[in-house]
């Protein structure tokens, strides 16, 4: 069945004196459609929710086009548009005090001899037991596999800095995993 579209009428006198008073969106904004994939994929590792994630890449994006200063360039621009996405969804956490648990198998003997599984079972509760800044920079890094570098980027932060909280992370999500076994 075909789809069925409404005619476009010309515009009137009076609408052409609302179209210029419009202002138009930077050229930069142009590329914001094609960084809303990679945006959600991070925000979806980072929340550990589809829906949240895709509600805040939405609204990261209502901030971006809202912003009355847009950094030129795609680079800039991406990392700007990261670090928007990274503060919504830090905001989001504090709002909704996110604290999920994993539900652990109903028979841990049924998969007691899985190390793999149990060793990742560990790191994602031990992930959900940091804060969400320390989460934050091991997505971008360990996850996504962003170099210091490209990290930087994206946080507009020193490449040293990234290094030093990725170690303070890490430390962080090895105390988190050493303070207990798998909850059940």
Do not use: C
């Not at 997505?139 to 507009?156: I, M, Q, S």
């Amino acid at each position: 069945m075909g789809r069925h579209y409404r005619k476009l009428r010309p515009i009137g006198a009076g609408e052409k004196d609302i179209l210029a008073m419009t202002p138009a969106l930077p050229a930069t904004h142009e590329i914001l459609p094609s960084l809303l994939p990679a945006l959600r994929a991070f925000l979806r590792r980072f929340m550990r929710d589809k829906v949240e994630a895709h509600d805040i890449a939405q609204e990261a994006a209502l901030r971006a086009l809202g912003a009355r200063e847009v950094p030129s360039g795609r680079v800039a621009y991406r990392a700007w548009l990261f670090q928007i996405a990274r503060n919504a969804a830090i905001d989001a956490h504090r709002r909704h005090a996110l604290a999920e648990a994993i539900e652990p198998a109903q028979a841990p003997g049924l998969w007691a001899s899985e190390r793999t599984l149990i060793s990742s079972i560990a790191v994602r509760q031990g992930l959900l037991r940091i804060s969400p800044e320390h989460r934050g920079i091991l997505l971008l890094v360990d996850v996504e596999g962003l170099t210091y570098k490209e990290a930087a980027r994206h946080l507009g932060i020193p490449e040293g800095t990234v290094m030093s909280r990725v170690s303070r992370a890490r430390a962080a999500l090895l105390g988190a995993i050493a303070q207990g076994d798998v909850d059940t």
